[in-house]
């Protein structure tokens, strides 16, 4: 059996001595816990560069490399291997001269990639070698500017043809009727964008894409690693097909243009099915929708891999394993306080218990867990639905958010007879949910006795790994934020930007949270009626980190940036700014 790129790429770096049997397995561990390429990890952790790295590939399977970051490959080129097959083979198509096709592969050994190349191209095929997470951003850079290309096709067709006409005020003297506008949503270029746009928000791993009527033109935007990114503009004479499409395809009245509507569909994309949630919005330029992007794949529904500080993963495992008691996650929207609710369920489902969630609206389908959607409009509110979810003998309750005094009235009372319930609050800080259920008018010594934990948390965008970098850290900083700098600790890391994360220095999203333990010294402080900087201060006294502690912490550790941990704690006063 052939060694796997893994096994050879060790061989070969403890053979050249470059590094130490230790030093693979604290990269192979670190693999397993974030998953990715070996190769990566080494880079990523700084045991070796990607240059060195490369270069110690090629000499030892003596086959040159390339740089491709400056490399310009045409179209014709990228055609002669699907886009689905050089991605799953990590392979990029360079040059073709005849009869011989050259391939850029990060394991230029995959004879079985190989073969199937030939037989699929009929070429004989010569090899160079990369880093696999260069290819990964050639491809994504080399196969998006195809599919822009081929996009741009699709509109000119839409424009200069008779499917779409110029979009009138959103009123009920358009003369254009509900029929004819079906008609139109149901002709293939229309189709086309609209299914290219989606896939390109799946792609790209944005959290909603935004369609946006202007003076002249039809504006999206992406958010991608929760900041919003302009994506395209395209004449204003699409707008109104393109937004019957989707309301098509949630099945909505596509002949109202006066009311708000929502709704859902899913669509199969790579292989994979994904949810959209859309909400249409009538605006004095005409309909703006905005689509939340619900991918199962991109979700982290992993306790493990949310990001948290080990010592408030640690809590949060614990507190949750407990028969009864209320558990809150608060924070701003956006944060991520439903993705962990959804990892604390799968951490706590078992065929032994009995789960129920009400939520509005449901946007994971979890398999073997009970999930009710809120209807308000026929009356199935969250308390409600939580009278009946009751009298269905659940273990654990889980309620998308506490929005009134009826839902937490009812919420805490099932925490104090046998259920755990597990629920979201819009407040900013831990201490702060305390002083919100009191202002709901829920008594202090109910709070006290129901509530075990609150966690209140952000999400912060991560370092880009393909251009990290070391940066000296400036101590004046530090000092400025009254925080101790380890002495050993003479630098931290930042991204330089690259095509890959858009020249932000930032791809991917961590969260990092603070969380409120009660303690029977907090207990004691809820029942006198303290005031929110009070169970804060007790609550450092006995330990805890505060918000913006945790994020610091994460800087230290390589994963995220000041900058960064600052824009998400602006105005917390857990750390006072001198």
């Given at each position: 059996?052939?060694?796997?790129?893994?096994?050879?790429?060790?061989?070969?770096?403890?053979?050249?001595?470059?590094?130490?049997?230790?030093?693979?397995?604290?990269?192979?561990?670190?693999?397993?816990?974030?998953?990715?390429?070996?190769?990566?990890?080494?880079?990523?952790?700084?045991?070796?560069?990607?240059?060195?790295?490369?270069?110690?590939?090629?000499?030892?399977?003596?086959?040159?490399?390339?740089?491709?970051?400056?490399?310009?490959?045409?179209?014709?080129?990228?055609?002669?291997?699907?886009?689905?097959?050089?991605?799953?083979?990590q392979?990029?198509p360079?040059?073709?001269?005849?009869?011989?096709?050259?391939?850029?592969?990060?394991?230029?050994?995959?004879?079985?990639a190989?073969?199937?190349?030939?037989?699929?191209?009929?070429?004989?095929?010569?090899?160079?070698?990369?880093?696999?997470?260069d290819?990964?951003?050639?491809?994504?850079?080399?196969?998006?500017?195809?599919?822009?290309?081929?996009?741009?096709?699709?509109?000119?067709?839409?424009?200069?043809?008779?499917?779409?006409?110029?979009?009138?005020?959103p009123?009920?003297?358009?003369?254009?009727?509900?029929?004819?506008?079906?008609?139109?949503?149901?002709?293939?270029?229309?189709?086309?964008?609209?299914?290219?746009?989606?896939?390109?928000?799946?792609?790209?791993?944005?959290?909603?894409?935004?369609?946006?009527?202007?003076?002249?033109?039809?504006?999206?935007?992406?958010?991608?690693?929760?900041?919003?990114?302009?994506?395209?503009?395209?004449?204003?004479?699409?707008?109104?097909?393109?937004?019957?499409?989707?309301?098509?395809?949630?099945?909505?009245?596509?002949?109202?243009?006066?009311?708000?509507q929502?709704?859902?569909?899913?669509?199969?994309?790579?292989?994979?099915?994904?949810?959209?949630?859309?909400?249409?919005?009538?605006?004095?330029?005409?309909?703006?929708?905005?689509?939340?992007?619900?991918?199962?794949?991109?979700?982290?529904?992993?306790?493990?891999?949310?990001?948290?500080?080990?010592?408030?993963?640690?809590?949060?495992?614990?507190?949750?394993?407990?028969?009864?008691?209320m558990?809150?996650?608060?924070?701003?929207?956006?944060?991520?306080?439903?993705?962990?609710?959804?990892?604390?369920?799968?951490?706590?489902?078992?065929?032994?218990?009995?789960?129920?969630?009400?939520?509005?609206?449901?946007?994971?389908?979890?398999?073997?867990?009970?999930?009710?959607?809120?209807r308000?409009?026929?009356?199935?509110?969250?308390?409600?639905?939580?009278?009946?979810?009751?009298?269905?003998?659940?273990?654990i309750?889980?309620?998308?958010?506490?929005?009134?005094?009826?839902?937490?009235?009812?919420?805490?009372?099932?925490?104090?007879?046998?259920?755990?319930?597990l629920s979201?609050?819009?407040t900013?800080?831990?201490?702060?949910?305390?002083?919100?259920?009191?202002?709901?008018?829920?008594?202090?010594?109910?709070?006290?006795?129901?509530?075990?934990?609150?966690l209140?948390?952000?999400?912060?965008?991560?370092?880009?790994?393909?251009?990290?970098?070391?940066?000296?850290?400036?101590?004046?900083?530090?000092?400025?934020l009254?925080?101790?700098?380890?002495?050993?600790?003479?630098?931290?890391?930042?991204?330089?930007?690259?095509?890959?994360?858009?020249?932000?220095?930032?791809?991917?999203?961590?969260?990092?949270?603070?969380?409120?333990?009660?303690?029977?010294?907090?207990?004691?402080?809820?029942?006198?009626?303290a005031?929110?900087?009070?169970?804060r201060?007790?609550?450092?006294?006995?330990?805890?980190?505060?918000?913006?502690?945790?994020?610091?912490?994460?800087?230290?550790?390589?994963?995220?940036?000041?900058?960064?941990?600052?824009?998400?704690?602006?105005?917390?006063?857990?750390?006072?700014?001198?």
């Amino acid at each position: 059996m052939e060694p796997s790129l893994r096994d050879r790429l060790t061989k070969i770096l403890i053979d050249s001595r470059l590094l130490t049997s230790d030093d693979i397995a604290k990269a192979v561990d670190t693999q397993k816990e974030r998953g990715g390429a070996l190769s990566d990890i080494l880079v990523s952790l700084g045991l070796i560069s990607k240059e060195k790295l490369v270069e110690l590939l090629s000499q030892s399977l003596c086959i040159p490399p390339i740089d491709l970051s400056r490399l310009r490959i045409g179209p014709d080129i990228l055609q002669v291997i699907p886009e689905k097959i050089a991605k799953h083979y990590q392979i990029l198509p360079v040059s073709k001269i005849g009869d011989l096709l050259t391939i850029v592969m990060a394991d230029p050994m995959n004879i079985f990639a190989i073969d199937e190349i030939k037989s699929l191209t009929g070429l004989k095929v010569s090899t160079l070698i990369a880093s696999e997470n260069d290819i990964k951003d050639a491809l994504r850079r080399h196969y998006a500017k195809d599919a822009a290309l081929a996009m741009d096709r699709i509109v000119d067709g839409i424009v200069s043809s008779h499917d779409v006409s110029p979009v009138e005020a959103p009123d009920d003297s358009s003369a254009e009727s509900a029929s004819e506008l079906l008609k139109i949503t149901q002709e293939a270029p229309i189709v086309k964008f609209t299914n290219m746009l989606l896939a390109e928000g799946v792609r790209s791993g944005s959290s909603d894409i935004l369609i946006e009527p202007l003076e002249n033109q039809m504006r999206v935007r992406l958010r991608i690693d929760g900041v919003l990114r302009e994506w395209k503009r395209q004449p204003k004479s699409m707008h109104r097909a393109i937004a019957s499409r989707l309301k098509v395809m949630a099945e909505l009245n596509i002949a109202e243009r006066r009311l708000p509507q929502d709704g859902r569909f899913k669509i199969k994309l790579h292989g994979r099915e994904v949810d959209f949630r859309i909400s249409v919005l009538p605006s004095s330029e005409g309909e703006r929708v905005a689509l939340r992007v619900l991918d199962k794949a991109q979700a982290m529904l992993d306790i493990e891999r949310l990001g948290f500080d080990s010592g408030i993963l640690a809590d949060l495992k614990k507190l949750s394993s407990r028969p009864h008691g209320m558990i809150l996650v608060c924070g701003p929207t956006g944060c991520g306080k439903t993705t962990t609710l959804y990892s604390l369920l799968k951490y706590v489902d078992s065929p032994v218990k009995n789960i129920v969630t009400v939520e509005d609206p449901v946007e994971y389908l979890l398999e073997g867990i009970n999930q009710v959607s809120a209807r308000p409009d026929i009356g199935l509110t969250f308390s409600a639905a939580l009278r009946s979810i009751l009298r269905q003998d659940p273990n654990i309750i889980m309620i998308g958010e506490i929005r009134d005094r009826e839902t937490v009235d009812i919420a805490i009372k099932s925490a104090l007879t046998g259920h755990l319930v597990l629920s979201t609050l819009h407040t900013t800080t831990a201490s702060g949910s305390i002083v919100r259920l009191l202002d709901m008018g829920i008594e202090p010594f109910l709070i006290s006795a129901s509530l075990i934990m609150v966690l209140a948390q952000r999400l912060v965008r991560k370092i880009c790994p393909n251009c990290r970098e070391p940066q000296k850290i400036d101590e004046g900083v530090f000092e400025a934020l009254d925080l101790k700098l380890p002495r050993a600790k003479t630098a931290i890391y930042h991204g330089k930007g690259c095509e890959a994360c858009f020249g932000t220095g930032y791809r991917g999203r961590m969260g990092m949270a603070e969380s409120l333990i009660l303690t029977p010294k907090i207990r004691e402080l809820i029942v006198r009626g303290a005031q929110d900087h009070e169970i804060r201060d007790a609550a450092r006294a006995e330990g805890a980190a505060g918000l913006r502690d945790n994020g610091i912490k994460a800087v230290l550790d390589g994963a995220t940036t000041i900058d960064e941990v600052l824009r998400v704690t602006v105005g917390e006063q857990d750390v006072e700014l001198k």
